[in-house]
C-alpha cells in the first residue's frame, strides 16, 4: 500500500513523499524529473515494498511541496541538499536512489558529494553533468535536441505551458514518443494519468520551470554562456559508488550519445541500453526499469 507522507527536513524544506514498505527495511529513494511528479514511480513503489521501504518524493516545486520563492533556492546545492536530508530522516543510508531526468540531475552531484549517505545509483535517461556539458557545447545535434529548455527559462514560460490545457505540455510528451499506441508501451498516457498530471501541472509550474532557470547546462546562445565557461571539478563529477543506467535508445531529447566516455567520471559503470525505448520508459516498460533495478540491486 502507498501512502502519501508530507516530510518536513530540518532546514525548514517539507516534501510530499509515496512511501511504501517496511519500516526499518533497507531503503530505495525515487526521484521524478520534468514535467512528472512522484507518482511515476507507483508502480516500482509496489514491485519494491516487500523488500524495501520505497520512498518517492515530490521534489521542491513540485505538487504540496515546498515552492520557494525565485530562482536561486533551485540551484543544485539546494536540491542535493534536500535529498541528503530526506535519505537520513529514512536512515543513515539508502540501498540505492534510482533517478529519472531531473531528478538524475540531483542523484548524479549527491552520489559524488555524498557516497556515504547510498550504495549505489541507478540512472534511467538523465545525462551525467559533464558529460551533457560536453555536448550542449560541441554538438549541434544536442543543441537542437535541448532547445527547449531555453524556451522554459522565458519569464512568460508558465503562461504558455498552461495554456489549452497544458496543449504544449502534452505536444512534449508526443515529440519525446509518448502518444503513440502502435509503439510498444506508446500508449500509456490515458485518460487516468492525463488527469494524474493535469493535477501535477496545475499545483503551480514555476517552481519546476525554476530548475532550467537556475541551472547553467542549457544550450549556449551567446560565446560567454555559462555553459560554456562553467568549471566542473573531477572532484564534484566523479562517483565512486557503483552506477547502473538504463538508456531507452530512442530518447528524443537525450540520445545514446550522451553514454559516451561516461565511464571517464563513473569507474564502477554498467549500461543497460533498451532499444526503441524514449525518454518516457519508466511509464513505457516498467517491468524492464523493475528488473534492471533488481540486477543492479542484486550485483
Not at 182 to 197: F, H, I, K, N
Request: proline share 8%; with cysteine; hydrophobic share 45%.
Amino acid at each position: 500500500m502507498i501512502e502519501t507522507r508530507d516530510v518536513v527536513l530540518p532546514h525548514g524544506v517539507t516534501l510530499s513523499c509515496r512511501v511504501a514498505g517496511p519500516e526499518g527495511a533497507p531503503v530505495l529513494v525515487f526521484l521524478h524529473g520534468f514535467p512528472e511528479a512522484a507518482f511515476v514511480w507507483d508502480g516500482l513503489l509496489a514491485h519494491f515494498a516487500g523488500r524495501f521501504r520505497c520512498v518517492a518524493p515530490n521534489l521542491r516545486g513540485y505538487e504540496r511541496s515546498t515552492t520557494p520563492a525565485g530562482v536561486e533556492p533551485y540551484r543544485a546545492k539546494h536540491l542535493v541538499a534536500d535529498l541528503r536530508a530526506l535519505v537520513l530522516a529514512f536512515g543513515s543510508r539508502a540501498a540505492a536512489v534510482v533517478a529519472h531526468d531531473w531528478g538524475g540531475a540531483v542523484a548524479w552531484t549527491f552520489a559524488a558529494t555524498f557516497p556515504d549517505l547510498l550504495e549505489r545509483l541507478i540512472i534511467v535517461n538523465s545525462p551525467h553533468p559533464a558529460v551533457f556539458q560536453r555536448e550542449l557545447v560541441n554538438n549541434p545535434a544536442q543543441q537542437a535536441a535541448s532547445a527547449y529548455m531555453n524556451d522554459f527559462c522565458e519569464p512568460d514560460a508558465e503562461h504558455h505551458l498552461q495554456a489549452d490545457d497544458f496543449a504544449q505540455l502534452w505536444s512534449l510528451f508526443a515529440r519525446m514518443g509518448a502518444m503513440d499506441p502502435s509503439r510498444p508501451g506508446g500508449g500509456w498516457l490515458t485518460d487516468a494519468v492525463r488527469d494524474q498530471y493535469r493535477a501535477v501541472w496545475s499545483a503551480g509550474l514555476t517552481g519546476p520551470l525554476n530548475y532550467y532557470r537556475a541551472s547553467p547546462l542549457r544550450p549556449p546562445t551567446a560565446p560567454d554562456s555559462a555553459v560554456r565557461t562553467l568549471t566542473l571539478s573531477a572532484e564534484a563529477v566523479t562517483v565512486r559508488v557503483p552506477v547502473h543506467v538504463v538508456w531507452g535508445e530512442a530518447d528524443a531529447a537525450l540520445p545514446p550519445s550522451l553514454l559516451d566516455g561516461l565511464e571517464a567520471f563513473v569507474p564502477r559503470l554498467t549500461i543497460a541500453r533498451v532499444p526503441g525505448a524514449t525518454h518516457w520508459i519508466v511509464h513505457e516498460q516498467p517491468a524492464r526499469v523493475a528488473a534492471e533495478i533488481e540486477a543492479a540491486l542484486a550485483a
